[in-house]
């Protein structure tokens, strides 16, 4: 296995140390709410955030980082990064979202295997988010990232967990390829 297969894999991994760990996306509200009360409303909620925010913002965004990387148009980059910024609700996530952009910019940088131009790109950005830094990871691992996906396919246990999945990626390629995310 190649060393960018496995960094590929470490992004992908729930145990990517960012301190994602720490942080609920809003579910602790949704329980102190009363939305979710027991596993049928926890599922419609997940499912919920999964298609509006996910697949609908968040993951057609970050494909258009991730080209943007792979390009080198680091101002689009950047542009991509404050749009996404300002999109964190509440001052809870946007610190959620800094910090562990902050700490993933230092995984890539304490490895030591990620290309110098693109760790400097990132540094540019007075506050990058999570998603500059993963995707700056991502592009700096892109020809392992196309030879992975049947592995992390293969790695998805449960058939629910990767027809959600297909549906995710379909309807985030839809969404990248919709009018609202032209240049």
């Excluded at 145990?15 to 809003?26: E, K, M, N």
């Excluded at 946007?94 to 910090?99: D, F, G, K, M, V």
Aim: net charge negative; hydrophobic share 50%.
């Amino acid at each position: 296995m190649s060393l960018a297969l496995v960094r590929l894999l470490q992004l992908a991994s729930p145990a990517l140390p960012v301190g994602a760990y720490s942080y609920s996306q809003g579910l602790e509200w949704a329980v102190e709410a009363g939305t979710v009360q027991d596993e049928a409303s926890a599922l419609r909620w997940i499912g919920d955030q999964l298609e509006w925010n996910l697949g609908r913002y968040e993951a057609p965004l970050l494909l258009r980082m991730l080209e943007a990387w792979q390009v080198g148009a680091g101002e689009t980059v950047r542009e991509l990064d404050a749009e996404y910024l300002a999109t964190r609700e509440s001052a809870e996530l946007r610190a959620e979202t800094l910090q562990m952009g902050y700490s993933m910019q230092r995984l890539l940088h304490e490895l030591g295997d990620f290309p110098s131009p693109l760790l400097a790109a990132i540094a540019v950005s007075p506050t990058p988010t999570l998603m500059q830094a993963w995707t700056c990871a991502a592009a700096a691992s892109l020809r392992a990232f196309a030879a992975a996906i049947p592995a992390l396919a293969a790695l998805i246990a449960t058939p629910a967990l990767f027809k959600l999945a297909s549906e995710l990626l379909a309807l985030a390629r839809a969404e990248f390829n919709s009018a609202r995310f032209d240049s």
